[in-house]
């Protein structure tokens, strides 16, 4: 066996003295040989970017390495002087980052970027740079490479970002190539796509992968090897296929059973009650543009019809851009819909004007998507839940009691009232926005993407919560989401969205057994490990 | 292409506000009390009742309302801005007496405020939390909080009464008869103090926002990129962040350009510079209505002119402008 491309023995970081542990890695020791894809697994905090930073020499100036050796072919790159680490980055590693709608300066254009390239490193001449950067375009699957070249970053899609990402990083044809989360900002059948891309090249070109994923079912996809890590330390590691049979450590375990499966539990009975919120042919077009320019118009919702009934959780997937959002809130009427009616139990709420509508608010409340961004920071925790319902003409006194009540039934201590919501984690903060939204007694829970900005252990006791609450409340779900896994295991029928449209309802069992519109075959198609998590929880 | 049918739209909008302005300026005189005749003879020192029907044929104030209006508007709209009785001079002829006077002085402060913010503001971002950081934010803050007035009669009587470095007041030595490339030099030493000055208070601005943008942007991911790229620091600042920094305070440096004819009163006043500015003092405190009209008329073209041309700009700094057009 030949020297492997990138060695890492017993690397330890140390972090500044005020945070919560002394060491962002300890004593971490892997390796990566040519062509081959390590991937570091764990969830927010565990050290798996810091280990990514600290091979490119890019760690925050707070965290230090506190010892051991990380070694590129043989060169020990944590001996290298400033000068000669910028030449490693780029020509000897090459990197791609997991927000591809920032990652790119967005007042340069696409063939100058991939030029820097070239430039920083002196590689070629300047009609050979051109040339190469057209090759590049071609090689990570984007058309017209001749128009792509003289393009900003705004014109091209999250997915084509990303592309361009990767024939940056790999323009100088690089022994290693970092990716640290590079498909977690992505639509699922673009995340399938990317996958696909950095594996062929990786064989194309013997490159060295190491992939940073708290993803398990991108391991499954594109892991030759994976290095599980938990607060900084390595607690297994070993060949992909192994670790995912047969977890040894019981962290690995843990985090593997949390994945939910593609494969949907058995239905649900539900009582036959009439509909707690009814929506028929509901429709939003966006315009742009008026006052002598020429406008254009976006459907971005277009005739969808669904009815929910008591207990029921109904599913609404698809892509960004599909509309599913939009639908979430036009039923709020956060977004006022252009068409359609909306009903709550019996009351047509599309007309009514936004102050007599206001009682009726109390009957349908949302979960929102971001826990951290999602609650004021300068209220305690006990007024946010509280709020609501002095807005509707409870006693304060009363609210605040109901409000330590909901705590405890969200599964936080009562006397979290009196903190403010930085004390807490994102899971607590979910939990958080639950009691909020329960707060008015409601009998229709909007959940837009409620989950999908957490680990999935925290994911899975959030799920646990919500099902929980439902039978305990028999309220009425509406649940956005992108994720086919947390739909099936969430959802009792399930509408997929395409350009506006619901192209499939079905019960969520029948949708994943015989999908009947292509769109959602493609769907199903593209979730990532599909085959190695269709176990039922 | 595009720039053209923008530059079309805006222009067409520019017209609408002018002329929203010109009737303001209409109705505004007859809100005062008495008619035109009365403020025009007040302004002439005559008040007599025969004097008063003269004027009002003359000026057509004894027709209808609207045919007043209409020749109004086609005076204004063939630039013909009214008579200043006080001056017995043509509105338009004073205006433009001085425009020049007053848009060297503003453009001198805009330009210097500007370049010298920028690269302050940059400088201090680089070395944020060093020393030097220190001496700029500082500097910044005090001329920030200092009034202007008294910061130019400072000036005034260090570097001219004192050292006798720079002319005290006026715009070029009276009665010296220089030509030419002498003259022009000539003012350019009377310009220094008054621009310095002027240009003071928006270089604190622009070095301030300029720092805290490039501390900001220093942070984005396409940054973290350019660092993966193996590009030098300095590459990274001037071509990456930098570039991307300097945005907002091109904004902020078009509300600016667009007071370049109005703002400039007291450095007019304290440096006894032949500008808009002390016309339109001298005017309103001699009650020189015509005069204040036309003024606030070409400011308001000025306004539209600047604010064009700074939208011009930021398309071209800012191609995502484009889309969202």
Redo the contacts between chains.
Sequence with gaps: MSEPVLKVDRLSLSLPSVADRAFALKDASFEINAGETLCVVGESGSGKSMTAHAVMGLLPPAVKVAGGSIKLAARELLKLSDREMRQVRGRDIGMIFQEPMTSLNPLMRIGDQIREMFEAHGALDPSARQKRALELIEEVGLPDPARIVRVYPHQLSGGQRQRVMIAMALALEPKLLIADEPTTALDVTTQAQILKLVDRLRSDHGTAVLFITHDFGVVAEIADRIVVLQNGEICEAGKTAEVLRAPTHPYTRKLIAAVPSITPPDARALADAPAALTVEGLAKTYKSGGFFAKGRQVKAVDDVSFAIRPGETLGLVGESGSGKSTVGRCCLRLIEPDDGTIRLETVEIQAMTQRALRPHRSRIQMIFQDPYASLNPRRSVGRIIAEGPVAQGVDRKAAMRRARELLDLVGLTPAAADRYPHEFSGGQRQRIGIARALALDPKVLIADEAVSALDVSVQAQILDLIRDIQKRLGVAILFVTHDLRVAAQICDRIAVMQSGRIVELAPTAELFANPTHDYTRKLLAAVPGRDAFAHAN | MDLLRFVA?RL?KGVIVLFAIAVLNFFLVRAAPGDPAQVMAGEAGAGDEVFLEQLRQQFGLDRPLYEQLWTYLSNYATLDLGFSYRQQQPVLDLILDRLPATLLLTGAAFFISLALGVVLGALAARRVGKWSDSAITTLALVFYATPLFWIALMSQIVFSLKLGWLPNVGFETIGAGYTGFERALDIGRHLVMPALTLGLFFTAIYARMMRASMLEVAG???V?????????PS?ITR??IA??AILPVVTLAGLQAGQLVGGAILTETVFAWPGIGRLMFEALAQRDYSVLLGVFFVSSAMVVVFNLVTDIIYRI????IE???
């Design positions: 739209m067409g984005a991911d396409f973290k990129t350019a660092y993966a790229k193996g590009l030098s590459v071509r990456h570039r991307n700094v800012d191609p995502r889309a969202s057009a």
